[in-house]
């Protein structure tokens, strides 16, 4: 089965840098990778998302990249906050494209110091 | 997301005990999936069920069974808990079928086996 790997497991920037979070997948049929925030005592919240046939895509301070001959996926958190501080997950789905099955990696804790 | 409820938000209970973990939903979604958050293994899925009739294994489906009660409500039994099942359970639905990918995940329920 899939197998997805995400680094740092804990990531520490000032408010203002810039936060980036890696991950990489296993297998080669995966063609969409979602992005999900998860808040203290909350459930994850997707962020971002992109699918294989995109190499990046980008909504105000965050960014996704994907590297298909890499088999690898980043996020990018511009211009960081308080607000952002949150556990991240990564994600990747076999086949279709669709949710159907999601494997997770294993959390970025971020915290955002003022 | 208070779409996706689950009750109960907390529970503590002993080796042997039978406990079940309801997850019901307004969203209107077909899927319904349980998963197992522990601390630096993400979240890792059990069951997920695509309709009322259909109910599949996840990864650690062991020690774990489900009921999907109605399109509104998915349970999940643990027949004898056992201490290794301390975890964060999260209940999530997903609709495909509108052309999105999100999950929708409940805000978890905590669950201590002693």
């Known amino acids: 089965g899939e197998n997805v790997e995400q680094h740092p497991s804990t990531l520490s920037v000032q408010e203002g840098d810039s936060a980036v979070i890696k991950c990489t997948y296993s297998?080669?049929?995966?063609?969409?990778f979602p992005w999900y925030k998860q808040e203290l005592g909350k459930g994850p919240q997707l962020i971002i998302d992109?699918?294989?046939?995109?190499g990046e895509k980008k909504d105000q301070r965050i960014a996704v990249t994907l590297n298909k001959t890499a088999k690898h996926f980043s996020l990018h958190i511009t211009e960081t906050q308080p607000e952002d501080s949150a556990v991240y997950f990564c994600?990747?789905?076999?086949?279709?494209?669709?949710?159907?099955?999601?494997?997770f990696g294993t959390g970025t804790r971020l915290q955002v110091t003022l | 997301d208070a779409d996706v409820t689950q009750t109960p938000r907390n529970r503590i209970t002993k080796t042997g005990k039978r406990i079940m973990l309801e997850c019901s939903q307004t969203?209107?979604?077909?899927?319904m999936y349980w998963y197992r958050q522990d601390p630096g293994l993400g979240l890792r899925l059990i069951y997920y069920?695509?309709?009322?009739?259909?109910?599949n294994k996840g990864e650690i489906s062991d020690g774990y069974s489900v009921s999907r009660q109605a399109q509104a409500k998915f349970s999940l039994s643990l027949e004898s808990a056992i201490p290794n099942q301390t975890a964060l359970y999260f209940c999530?639905?997903?609709?495909?079928?509108?052309?999105?990918?999100?999950?929708?995940f409940g805000p978890g329920t905590r669950l201590t086996v002693l």
């Open positions: 994600a990747a789905s076999i086949g279709t494209g669709t949710a159907s099955k999601l494997t």
């Open positions: 297998d080669s049929a995966s063609n969409y």
């Open positions: 992109i699918r294989s046939n995109v």
């Open positions: 969203k209107g979604h077909d899927r």
């Open positions: 069920s695509f309709d009322v009739k259909d109910i």
């Open positions: 999530a639905t997903a609709n495909p079928g509108q052309g999105a990918n999100e999950q929708f």
